[in-house]
């Protein structure tokens, strides 16, 4: 019976997602360890179908990018809040360490926060880092117009050297910090129902002909940033978690977020409005829906992932302009009516991969299935 420490990074909710995604692998793998979870995501991540037992302690495990919206990044705030942040890290892995020994862990597993492999250290626990980035890889970058991030990037580059192994995910950057690396499938989600199902719980009705746009930004505050003056959205029903703008008429608002999950929308959709992410892209590829995406501001990982999504998705790219005006309707015109080449396929077992190395990591029993 393995009793395993989860640290999720909070920027986003891609992090999460995935981590739930393996968390649950994990317990299907192990049903009597304990797992303890530490983050700073919203509870209903955890309650979305299907619930996932475990034991979950909120806090701020690392100070992530600021942003303004889904799109645009606040580089000096992130500055501000990482040198705040870290400034306390030793005493903070200290505490985490204290409480690591008190609840006798096995391992400490990672995505991606420095503060997890300073714990483990700290209390000397094996870890295991999952990701496709790094935050020192992500920083680095802002390093010219902002050079006091390089302290910043050494502390990081110090925790990464610690942990005993990574299991990198694709469509990943440098992540030479780390000691071992081994590479594993993608983490993500397929849609548990039909789409027929799936669009019943909507509220779509069985006869709809319009194609059905899932529009997912993530969990920030987006409001404002779409419907200028130009605004155009077509004949399309658009499902959405949050309303984008005024004049997007046929809106189907979900309840809640915890109501249908994700990668459920994602499947009973005919295409995603989203910037490409880790997790709606590898949603996308798991559940063969093609994604319309729009480019993100200072972000380094975009090219990283704007690469993987022409591969291994069926795309259109809306310009930024268009994407804030509104003008989506001749754009998702011309990506419906294109002929299209079929995306290369990739595994998606990443999260059984990932269970098993982590469970025999941690002594912990990995049944066959």
Request: proline letters at 7%.
């Amino acid at each position: 019976m393995a009793r395993i420490a989860f640290y999720i990074s909070g920027h986003g909710l891609g992090h999460a997602m995935r981590m739930k995604e393996l968390l649950g692998r994990v317990r299907a793998l192990d049903p009597r360890g304990a797992l303890l979870v530490m983050g700073s995501m919203p509870g209903w991540v955890f309650t979305e179908p299907p619930a996932l037992p475990a034991a979950f302690r909120r806090m701020r495990c690392d100070a992530g990018a600021s942003q303004r919206n889904s799109l645009r990044l606040d580089v000096r705030r992130t500055l501000v809040e990482n040198r705040a942040f870290y400034r306390g890290i030793g005493g903070l892995a200290r505490e985490e360490a204290g409480r690591l020994r008190r609840a006798r862990v096995g391992l400490v597993v990672g995505d991606i926060p420095p503060l997890a492999f300073l714990a483990a250290s700290a209390a000397g626990i094996p870890s295991v880092a999952v990701g496709n980035f790094s935050w020192d890889w992500i920083y680095e970058a802002y390093e010219p117009a902002f050079p006091s991030f390089r302290p910043i990037v050494e502390l990081i580059r110090d925790a990464y050297a610690r942990a005993d192994l990574l299991l990198r995910l694709p469509f990943h950057g440098r992540m030479d910090a780390f000691r071992r690396v081994r590479d594993i499938p993608l983490i993500t989600r397929r849609a548990a129902r039909p789409r027929g199902e799936i669009r019943r719980a909507l509220g779509i009705p069985r006869g709809e002909r319009r194609k059905v746009v899932f529009v997912s930004m993530g969990g920030h505050d987006n409001a404002g940033t779409v419907g200028g003056g130009r605004a155009d959205f077509g004949d399309y029903l658009y499902v959405s978690f949050f309303r984008l703008s005024a004049k997007m008429r046929h809106l189907i608002l979900p309840e809640s977020r915890a109501g249908i999950p994700h990668q459920e929308i994602v499947a009973a959709s005919d295409c995603v409005i989203s910037k490409p992410g880790y997790c709606t892209v590898a949603e996308c590829i798991a559940n063969r829906t093609p994604l319309v995406y729009t480019p993100r501001d200072d972000f380094r990982e975009f090219g990283v992932m704007e690469a993987a999504v022409r591969r291994h998705c069926a795309w259109h790219r809306i310009p930024r302009r268009d994407f804030h005006d509104g003008a989506w309707a001749g754009h998702l015109d011309a990506f419906f009516a294109a002929a299209r080449p079929a995306p290369a396929p990739m595994r998606t077992d990443g999260a059984d991969v990932a269970a098993r190395i982590i469970l025999e990591m941690a002594g912990g029993a990995a049944r066959p299935t």
